[in-house]
Nanobody, 123 residues
Framework: QVRPVESGGGLVQAGGSLRLSCAAS????????MGWFRQAPGKEREFVAA????????YYADSVKGRFTLSRDNAKNTVYLQMNSLKPGDTAVYFC????????????????WGQGTQVTVSS
């Protein structure tokens, strides 16, 4: 079992960058696929990016591909989401999640979720 805790959100101007971190407690962190999802006001939660257990493979939503980079450090039980060239459309609460399913699985395959961190991109 792991408990993800997100940090690093904030307010940034369009074109700027933020790095989100997700620290997960528990000794089995490396057994989990880690994913990021986001939810904007009035919208459903959507997939952003995921990384496999070893950190060798990543998967991104088309909307963030080429701008966001996901990485993990299993020694630190932490994943990092580097977000560059941010747009107002990226404004949302960002959630980190851990799952035992496929790298390409949907949100229902994730077992453990953080509380979320707010990212606001001003125009």
């Amino acid at each position: 079992q792991v408990r993800p805790v997100e940090s690093g959100g904030g307010l940034v101007q369009a074109g700027g960058s933020l790095r989100l971190s997700c620290a997960a407690s528990g000794r089995t962190f490396s057994r989990y696929v880690m994913g990021w999802f986001r939810q904007a006001p009035g919208k459903e939660r959507e997939f952003v990016a995921a990384i496999n257990r070893s950190g060798t493979t990543t998967y991104y939503a088309d909307s963030v591909k080429g701008r966001f980079t996901l990485s993990r450090d299993n020694a630190k039980n932490t994943v990092y989401l580097q977000m560059n060239s941010l747009k107002p459309g990226d404004t949302a609460v960002y959630f980190c999640a851990a799952g035992r399913g496929s790298l390409y699985g949907n949100q229902y395959e994730y077992d453990y979720w953080g509380q979320g961190t707010q990212v606001t991109v001003s125009s």
